[in-house]
């Protein structure tokens, strides 16, 4: 997926999962064109609430390839406001290339250099989708380090993310800031947008 596509999802994310209802058309017909996997639609399907799933739905997205983004607007026949807010969006002309994230989202200064608190890394972990691993890698920590937060909380990913986070943190104490994890976000090509909520 193109990444301004991909940024996209992740700023309107919440948004998105609060206004469509997912399982009626959208993710039958992104199946029919085989941008989802059968185990993806389960995996969908299989979230509590409506809600969840459409966040499941957008954590899989980025990662279907070019078509999925056009096959997803097309997917919102019955959301017509929403994709036409999407198309205005991708009309606006944005920052220019040269310009670097910390410039786009005019991080202060300040915040940067900010050691994030618990509550701070809680919110961080619950925004981040499927590239969570990718993000705690860069971030230094091991294999074995993901392997252990993954089966210390096989029934929460939020758990999982938020403990390697923690771990991260306490291991580089004063250097844990968030523009270390800015660069690891951009890494693992997560929008920098998921650090609105450290703001």
């Given at each position: ?8 999802l992740?700023?309107?994310r919440?948004?998105?999962s ?13 199946y ?20 969840q ?6 954590d ?17 026949e ?15 002309p944005?920052?220019g290339?040269?310009?670097?994230s ?45 392997f252990?937060?993954r ?11 938020l ?32 650090l609105?909520?450290?703001?």
């Amino acid at each position: 997926m193109d990444p301004l596509h991909r940024a996209l999802l992740r700023t309107y994310r919440l948004e998105l999962s609060g206004q469509l209802l997912v399982s009626d058309t959208i993710v039958p017909f992104l199946y029919q064109e085989n941008i989802l996997t059968e185990a993806q639609v389960e995996d969908v399907e299989s979230q509590p609430t409506n809600r969840q799933k459409c966040l499941k739905l957008l954590d899989i997205l980025p990662s279907r390839g070019p078509r999925a983004f056009d096959s997803f607007l097309r997917s919102l026949e019955e959301f017509s406001w929403v994709r036409d807010k999407l198309l205005l969006e991708l009309q606006t002309p944005g920052p220019g290339p040269g310009a670097s994230s910390t410039d786009v989202w005019r991080v202060p200064g300040s915040v940067l250099q900010k050691v994030p608190s618990d509550r701070d890394l809680s919110r961080l972990a619950s925004r981040l989708g499927s590239e969570w691993e990718a993000v705690l890698m860069d971030l230094g920590l091991s294999v074995e380090d993901l392997f252990r937060c993954r089966s210390d909380h096989q029934l929460s990913t939020h758990g999982a993310v938020l403990a390697g986070l923690v771990q991260w943190r306490r291991c580089e104490g004063k250097k844990a800031t968030v523009q270390r994890l800015m660069q690891s976000l951009q890494a693992a090509d997560v929008h920098p947008s998921v650090l609105e909520v450290l703001m």
